[in-house]
């Protein structure tokens, strides 16, 4: 039992070192749902903002070693999202659609392992093509946990899938406000209510949830002074109640710290308030560049906050700032990428910062 724990903990310790990310989401006063995250990473993943039109058509595939055919389907709903350049294809980790459904990827490594796919199998797409296919067919939370026990959800090393292998979970919401996590563990698919309405990396979600446990004590209310025999000990300041609360930038830490103040927050009257709330409480999870670091070899390497993006799921509303432009958000009106029809692609790092003002195509 102890050589269990010893290695469960070496492995916790492992995964925490790697990939940052933390998604949050928001139902305001008048009811707009709002969904932001933050995507960190160590190296230039190429990040694109992509544009994939009412009826692209998706090519759903199985293992090569299955010999199963290739599948062609056009999608039902106009998506925009964030996909990575670096593989091949690209594979979207963000996004949203025009139906109001969105969709974050964050990293689980050491615990992710994907379905397997038979030659008797008729549905199957691989983890690059997850987003597209989730996001371009599906309205709604509930449409998509009705179709994920259809299909099978698979990658092996046959995927393109760059330096980092695909080990991801996904955090939905739609605009009526439900949302789920979705994880795939011991080769099978895992659907938790989205309770947290947080979601960062590794250990799983229902882990995350336990952990919450140890820290009931948390309080916005502080303690403002205190006997001690004669004396009156007064609080040095405000935000006593939250002594305990971690710090440091490891995935239980940042779920704690996200959902303390997701929670506890004056509840946002409306979507702009919302808005405003997210960015607030994603920059307590922003990482500036040379803080997270590890050793991969002898070079060291450093998470940093590549970029964030905020979703208004309610008025099919986008805004994303890159890490030179934290500050400074470019709003997108997606209705009118959407209705345009076109598919189009840009570097995030590319995009018109500052956007103060609205854009209705990309680099327009």
């Known amino acids: 039992m102890l050589k269990s724990l010893l290695s469960a903990v070496s492995l916790i310790a492992t995964v925490n070192a790697g990939l940052a990310c933390t998604a949050v989401d928001i139902v305001a006063g008048d009811k707009t749902v709002i969904a932001g995250r933050t995507m960190e990473w160590a190296f230039d993943m190429k990040w694109a903002l992509v544009s994939q039109p009412k009826g692209t058509e998706l090519s759903l595939t199985a293992p090569p070693s299955t010999g199963l055919p290739a599948k062609t389907e056009a999608t039902k709903y106009a998506v925009v999202g964030v996909s990575a350049g670096i593989i091949p294809g690209g594979a979207l980790l963000e996004g949203q659609n025009s139906e109001g459904l969105g969709m974050s990827a964050n990293f689980l490594p050491g615990f992710t392992e994907?379905?397997?796919?038979?030659?008797?199998?008729?549905?199957?797409?691989?983890?690059?093509?997850?987003?597209?296919?989730?996001?371009?067919?599906?309205?709604?939370?509930?449409?998509?946990?009705?179709?994920?026990?259809?299909?099978?959800?698979?990658?092996?090393?046959?995927?393109?899938?760059?330096?980092?292998?695909?080990?991801?979970?996904?955090?939905?919401?739609?605009?009526?406000?439900?949302?789920?996590?979705?994880?795939?563990?011991?080769?099978?698919?895992?659907?938790?209510?989205?309770?947290?309405?947080?979601?960062?990396?590794?250990?799983?979600?229902?882990?995350?949830?336990?952990?919450?446990?140890?820290?009931?004590?948390?309080?916005?209310?502080?303690?403002?002074?205190?006997?001690?025999?004669?004396?009156?000990?007064?609080?040095?300041?405000?935000?006593?109640?939250m002594m305990g609360l971690p710090g440091d930038y490891t995935p239980p830490s940042r779920f704690i710290r996200a959902a303390f103040l997701r929670h506890n927050i004056t509840p946002p009257a409306t979507g702009d308030d919302a808005i405003q709330a997210i960015d607030h409480i994603l920059n307590t999870v922003d990482i500036p560049l040379g803080i997270a670091q590890s050793k991969d070899g002898d070079q060291v390497v450093s998470d940093y906050t590549q970029w964030v993006s905020i979703k208004d799921l309610t008025h099919n509303r986008l805004l994303i700032s890159d890490y030179a432009h934290r500050t400074s958000f470019l709003t997108i009106d997606l209705d009118k990428v959407f209705a345009s029809g076109k598919a189009s692609s840009v570097l995030v790092t590319d995009l018109p910062y500052p956007g103060a003002e609205a854009i209705g195509a990309f680099g327009n």
């Open 114 to 241: 994907y379905q397997t796919v038979t030659k008797d199998d008729t549905d199957y797409v691989s983890i690059l093509g997850f987003g597209s296919w989730a996001l371009g067919n599906h309205a709604t939370v509930a449409e998509l946990r009705a179709a994920l026990p259809r299909i099978k959800v698979w990658a092996d090393p046959s995927l393109p899938s760059g330096p980092t292998p695909p080990t991801i979970h996904m955090i939905f919401t739609d605009r009526s406000g439900d949302g789920m996590v979705v994880e795939y563990v011991g080769g099978e698919l895992q659907i938790h209510d989205n309770v947290a309405h947080v979601l960062t990396n590794a250990p799983t979600y229902d882990w995350h949830l336990l952990n919450a446990r140890n820290y009931l004590n948390l309080s916005t209310v502080g303690v403002q002074s205190v006997n001690i025999g004669n004396v009156n000990v007064t609080a040095l300041g405000q935000g006593g109640g």
